[in-house]
């Protein structure tokens, strides 16, 4: 119901839907209730209190931004507070015909002495005192309160801002401290009309000799368009409404003569700045007088500064003013260093960085090596920080300018509670959170988190995953994934990584949709998954995006029963991916004979590059019987041999490889139908001898060859160069042996998890060997201290007998303890 035409509020309504002017709303309300307020008090209580008593506005009334149906705060200001029948009578009156009046109002009674102490239960008291004015009554009274108010002020400052500041924080929290809801509340979320007061109360709070930052100057066109919102939300609900339903969002935008998704942009832009804005208020304030042991530690910090950045007072600021005018990769330089150390950019930084965004966005929308900057970033301990940081400035729209398709986008439905941008950034958080969550539900889907490879591909994958739904087309993954292709493309990702990071941004949805409408105990489930994601290492990161995706919807969508059903879908997808390993063989129509009997597996997990480098190498060992490579590709090591095959080949090359000091990290083995095999290893040289003495290269090629052609017995390697393992009190990692002989027709699976150390697998496949059996099929892993090795076992040509897996089981976890 809208108020009679005829009232005050009417003509001020009539003139904000004609003009769109909130202060004209906020002004003209104020100075309707002043009067009102003035007259009550005239009438009802100067009769009774001639001298003594003043009625002062406070809060936002003190502060005249009287909403259309605000409360109205009210002080009476007296030494004496009402005592007999006639006072009490008096105020009864004058309360009375302020809400006869329609005003929402709040009132309180206090003396000078009470305005002027520092209450712990009732700050806000404290803090509305802030922003008082004089209404009326005894104006000596306002002006003794005038006079104290500033001393008790500055001697309580640091209490009122400890509390102001704590009081911001445990709102935002209430909101998961972001400014991205869908149907966000104009007043109390992050980036809402309370932090815009927080901001003017924090600058009040401050030594008034000190010189601040104008925020709320910076901040006026946000704040006029939050103060307009609130204003049409309270004249079209006639009440105090400060949610932005839906409903609301379409009707406002229609009014306002743009599209809904446009309004809320609108919206999201303007409450991210002020968002920063208090934020940067609320540093200040904490690093005005640091001391003790925090200044200290401060002090030690400032010494990480380089010749770019300083580091004070544990914020990170540029040295050169210009600097990012004339070397624009300082920004990401700077953002690299925030998420290596866990440092917020100063508020001084982040104002230097918004300013140069023009010339950014121009400098990186060029083809440019932007790649490495990013997987360092997204490779560092404080990356969400960063990622944070750079979204909320503006640095990563200016990077990667399809980020704007979706910044501050709203995508109504029943399940997602924020934007397509916050919702990406929680799903990226909800991954890293795995590295050390304790939730018991949840560790499995860390102990996968545990063994990707690449963490900056997963996250860049889910960064891009949602980009597609800025824009029309068939599915927004086939869009994001088309996007993804562009941007890796310009920002210069490594081919090798390309074809991972697309297939996770496309098929993100897959599991999803196996659980949601596939029959998990129909075989043929199995069978669809495989063929969709077609590799166990494909499977682990798209069930961790999935787990992550699916928890940042909202903050219960990921319940018990659907995290169960998440894996069980996980479980299913790599038990038929790991029975392929064996029964899913190249056939007769190879491209080349070599080829012929691997594991279709060879053919997805290499590219065209490595498979004709394996035929060559294949030729070679025609010749020789051997033929052997050794290379550096990054961080690692790889070794590839290919030869005949014999009993106990792989033990030997791996006990060759533990000898000479290497760690293991990744292997598999593969044979074909001519009895050859691809034996492939991947190791690290912890003691970097290989780097540091190049003619160790060629040694441990002849090392390989020698034990590969039976020249030279491993044993005698091991027995020279081995260390002993030291035992833990407490294994982080059981030992587990799993068989399996209904995975493959002639072969038995043999699966072993198990805390990896030095000369493991040597040790497992010569107990494997000492058994009898041959090894058909090997895949090895090792991430975080934790050996996954899967085996493919026959003997005699079949698979293995229930008493022949049994005794092997018993010796392979004998192997898997520490000595």
């Given at each position: 119901?809208?108020?009679?035409?005829?009232?005050?509020?009417?003509?001020?309504?009539?003139a904000?839907?004609?003009?769109?002017?909130?202060?004209?709303?906020?002004?003209?309300?104020?100075?309707?209730?002043?009067?009102?307020?003035?007259?009550?008090?005239?009438?009802?209580l100067?009769?009774?209190?001639?001298?003594?008593?003043?009625?002062?506005?406070?809060?936002?009334?003190g502060?005249?931004?009287?909403?259309p149906?605000?409360?109205?705060?009210?002080?009476?200001?007296?030494?004496?507070?009402?005592?007999?029948?006639v006072?009490?009578d008096?105020l009864?009156?004058?309360?009375?015909?302020?809400?006869?009046?329609?005003l929402r109002?709040?009132?309180?009674?206090h003396s000078?002495?009470?305005?002027?102490?520092?209450?712990?239960?009732?700050?806000?008291?404290?803090?509305?005192?802030?922003?008082?004015?004089?209404?009326?009554?005894?104006?000596s009274?306002y002006?003794?309160?005038a006079?104290?108010?500033?001393?008790?002020v500055?001697s309580?400052?640091?209490?009122?801002?400890?509390?102001?500041i704590?009081?911001?924080?445990?709102?935002?929290?209430?909101?998961?401290?972001?400014?991205?809801?869908?149907?966000p509340?104009?007043?109390?979320?992050p980036?809402?009309?309370?932090?815009?007061h927080?901001?003017?109360?924090?600058?009040?709070?401050?030594?008034?000799?000190?010189e601040l930052?104008?925020?709320?100057?910076?901040?006026?066109?946000?704040s006029?368009?939050?103060y307009?919102?609130?204003?049409?939300?309270?004249?079209?609900a006639?009440?105090?409404?400060?949610?932005?339903?839906?409903?609301?969002q379409?009707a406002?935008?229609?009014?306002?003569?743009?599209?809904?998704?446009?309004?809320?942009?609108?919206?999201?832009?303007?409450?991210?700045?002020?968002?920063r804005?208090?934020?940067?208020?609320?540093?200040?304030?904490?690093?005005?007088?640091?001391?003790?042991?925090?200044?200290?530690f401060?002090?030690?910090r400032?010494?990480?500064s380089?010749?770019?950045?300083?580091?004070n007072?544990?914020?990170?600021?540029?040295?050169?003013?210009q600097?990012?005018?004339?070397?624009?990769?300082?920004?990401?330089?700077?953002?690299r260093?925030?998420?290596r150390h866990?440092?917020?950019?100063?508020?001084?930084?982040?104002?230097?960085?918004?300013?140069a965004?023009?010339?950014?966005a121009e400098?990186?929308?060029?083809?440019?090596?932007?790649?490495?900057?990013?997987?360092?970033?997204?490779?560092?301990?404080?990356a969400?920080m960063?990622?944070?940081?750079?979204?909320?400035?503006?640095?990563?729209a200016?990077?990667?300018?399809?980020?704007?398709?979706?910044?501050?986008?709203?995508?109504?439905?029943?399940?997602?509670?924020?934007?397509v941008?916050?919702?990406?950034?929680?799903?990226?958080?909800?991954?890293?959170?795995?590295?050390?969550?304790?939730?018991?539900?949840?560790?499995?889907f860390?102990?996968l988190?545990?063994?990707?490879?690449?963490?900056?591909?997963?996250?860049?994958?889910?960064?891009l995953?949602?980009?597609?739904?800025?824009?029309?087309?068939?599915?927004?993954?086939?869009?994001?994934?088309?996007?993804?292709?562009?941007?890796?493309?310009?920002i210069?990702v490594?081919?090798?990584?390309?074809?991972?990071?697309?297939?996770?941004?496309?098929?993100?949805?897959?599991?999803?949709s196996?659980?949601?409408?596939?029959?998990?105990?129909d075989?043929?489930?199995?069978e669809?998954?495989?063929?969709?994601?077609q590799?166990?290492?494909?499977?682990?990161?798209l069930?961790l995006?999935?787990?992550?995706?699916i928890?940042?919807?909202?903050?219960?969508?990921?319940?018990?029963?659907?995290?169960?059903?998440?894996?069980r879908?996980y479980?299913?997808?790599?038990?038929?991916?790991?029975?392929?390993?064996?029964?899913?063989?190249?056939?007769a129509?190879?491209?080349?004979?070599?080829?012929?009997?691997?594991?279709?597996?060879?053919?997805?997990?290499?590219?065209e590059a490595?498979?004709?480098q394996?035929?060559?190498?294949?030729?070679?060992?025609?010749?020789?019987?051997?033929?052997?490579?050794?290379?550096?590709?990054?961080?690692v090591?790889?070794?590839?041999?290919?030869?005949?095959?014999?009993?106990?080949?792989?033990?030997?090359?791996a006990?060759?490889?533990?000898?000479?000091g290497?760690?293991?990290?990744?292997?598999?083995a593969?044979?074909?139908?001519?009895g050859?095999v691809?034996?492939?290893?991947t190791?690290?040289?912890?003691?970097r001898?290989?780097e540091?003495?190049?003619?160790?290269?060629?040694?441990?090629?002849?090392?390989?060859e020698?034990?590969v052609?039976?020249?030279?017995?491993?044993?005698?390697?091991l027995a020279?160069?081995?260390?002993?393992f030291?035992?833990?009190?407490?294994?982080?990692?059981?030992?587990?042996?799993?068989?399996?002989?209904?995975?493959?027709?002639?072969?038995?699976?043999?699966?072993?998890n198990?805390?990896?150390?030095?000369?493991?697998?040597?040790?497992?496949?010569?107990?494997?060997?000492?058994?009898?059996?041959?090894?058909e099929?090997?895949?090895?892993?090792?991430?975080?201290?934790?050996?996954?090795?899967?085996?493919?076992?026959t003997?005699?040509?079949?698979?293995?007998?229930?008493?022949?897996?049994?005794?092997l089981e018993?010796?392979?976890?004998?192997?898997?303890?520490?000595?």
């Amino acid at each position: 119901m809208n108020p009679p035409s005829s009232s005050p509020l009417a003509g001020i309504r009539t003139a904000f839907f004609q003009e769109w002017d909130p202060g004209a709303v906020l002004s003209g309300r104020t100075a309707d209730v002043d009067r009102i307020v003035q007259a009550a008090f005239d009438q009802y209580l100067t009769p009774v209190y001639p001298a003594g008593l003043a009625v002062l506005a406070v809060g936002g009334y003190g502060r005249r931004e009287l909403f259309p149906n605000s409360d109205v705060d009210v002080l009476l200001l007296t030494e004496k507070a009402p005592h007999n029948e006639v006072t009490r009578d008096a105020l009864s009156s004058f309360l009375r015909s302020l809400w006869d009046a329609n005003l929402r109002l709040s009132h309180s009674v206090h003396s000078l002495d009470e305005c002027c102490q520092y209450h712990p239960q009732n700050v806000e008291l404290n803090i509305s005192l802030l922003d008082v004015r004089f209404l009326g009554g005894d104006q000596s009274e306002y002006e003794k309160l005038a006079k104290r108010l500033p001393k008790f002020v500055a001697s309580e400052r640091p209490a009122l801002v400890r509390h102001l500041i704590r009081q911001v924080r445990e709102r935002h929290e209430k909101f998961h401290s972001t400014v991205y809801h869908l149907e966000p509340n104009v007043k109390e979320s992050p980036g809402g009309l309370r932090d815009i007061h927080s901001i003017g109360w924090l600058t009040k709070l401050q030594d008034p000799t000190r010189e601040l930052p104008n925020w709320l100057g910076e901040l006026a066109e946000p704040s006029r368009f939050l103060y307009a919102t609130r204003c049409y939300l309270h004249f079209q609900a006639n009440r105090d409404q400060n949610l932005l339903q839906f409903d609301m969002q379409d009707a406002l935008a229609a009014e306002r003569g743009m599209p809904p998704a446009e309004f809320m942009r609108q919206y999201f832009l303007s409450a991210r700045k002020i968002h920063r804005g208090v934020l940067q208020a609320i540093d200040l304030c904490e690093t005005l007088v640091p001391s003790g042991l925090l200044g200290h530690f401060r002090d030690w910090r400032s010494r990480m500064s380089t010749s770019e950045i300083s580091v004070n007072k544990d914020r990170l600021y540029l040295k050169n003013a210009q600097v990012l005018e004339s070397d624009p990769d300082v920004s990401l330089r700077l953002i690299r260093f925030s998420a290596r150390h866990g440092l917020p950019l100063s508020a001084d930084a982040e104002r230097r960085l918004v300013a140069a965004l023009p010339a950014l966005a121009e400098h990186y929308a060029q083809p440019g090596p932007i790649w490495n900057y990013l997987q360092e970033i997204l490779s560092q301990p404080h990356a969400m920080m960063a990622m944070r940081t750079m979204h909320e400035t503006g640095l990563l729209a200016a990077i990667l300018p399809e980020w704007k398709l979706v910044e501050g986008l709203v995508v109504r439905d029943f399940y997602h509670r924020y934007t397509v941008d916050e919702h990406t950034l929680i799903v990226m958080e909800n991954l890293l959170a795995l590295r050390k969550n304790a939730d018991p539900t949840r560790r499995r889907f860390a102990g996968l988190f545990a063994e990707i490879e690449s963490l900056p591909a997963l996250l860049f994958s889910i960064l891009l995953h949602d980009v597609g739904k800025g824009i029309d087309g068939p599915t927004h993954a086939m869009e994001s994934a088309r996007l993804a292709t562009a941007i890796m493309e310009r920002i210069q990702v490594p081919e090798e990584d390309r074809p991972l990071i697309h297939f996770l941004i496309e098929q993100h949805l897959v599991l999803s949709s196996v659980m949601n409408s596939r029959d998990l105990s129909d075989p043929a489930t199995a069978e669809h998954l495989a063929g969709k994601v077609q590799t166990v290492e494909r499977l682990r990161y798209l069930a961790l995006l999935t787990y992550a995706d699916i928890s940042g919807v909202n903050a219960t969508s990921m319940t018990p029963w659907r995290l169960e059903q998440l894996w069980r879908v996980y479980a299913i997808g790599q038990r038929e991916l790991t029975k392929e390993l064996d029964t899913d063989r190249i056939g007769a129509a190879a491209t080349h004979p070599f080829l012929e009997g691997f594991p279709q597996r060879y053919l997805r997990t290499h590219t065209e590059a490595e498979v004709a480098q394996h035929l060559a190498l294949a030729e070679a060992a025609r010749d020789s019987g051997v033929a052997i490579d050794l290379s550096r590709q990054g961080g690692v090591w790889c070794l590839l041999v290919i030869t005949r095959d014999r009993p106990k080949l792989f033990a030997a090359l791996a006990g060759a490889l533990a000898g000479s000091g290497m760690d293991i990290v990744k292997a598999e083995a593969f044979a074909n139908s001519r009895g050859e095999v691809l034996d492939s290893f991947t190791f690290a040289d912890p003691s970097r001898n290989l780097e540091l003495n190049p003619p160790e290269i060629d040694r441990l090629r002849q090392t390989i060859e020698r034990v590969v052609l039976g020249k030279l017995d491993v044993t005698t390697l091991l027995a020279s160069r081995r260390r002993p393992f030291a035992a833990k009190a407490k294994p982080e990692i059981r030992p587990a042996v799993y068989f399996d002989s209904e995975v493959s027709d002639h072969a038995t699976l043999v699966e072993i998890n198990a805390e990896d150390r030095p000369g493991l697998l040597f040790d497992l496949a010569s107990t494997i060997s000492q058994a009898g059996c041959n090894i058909e099929v090997v895949l090895i892993d090792t991430e975080a201290h934790k050996a996954i090795d899967v085996f493919y076992l026959t003997k005699d040509q079949r698979k293995l007998t229930e008493e022949e897996s049994l005794a092997l089981e018993r010796r392979l976890d004998e192997v898997c303890r520490p000595y």
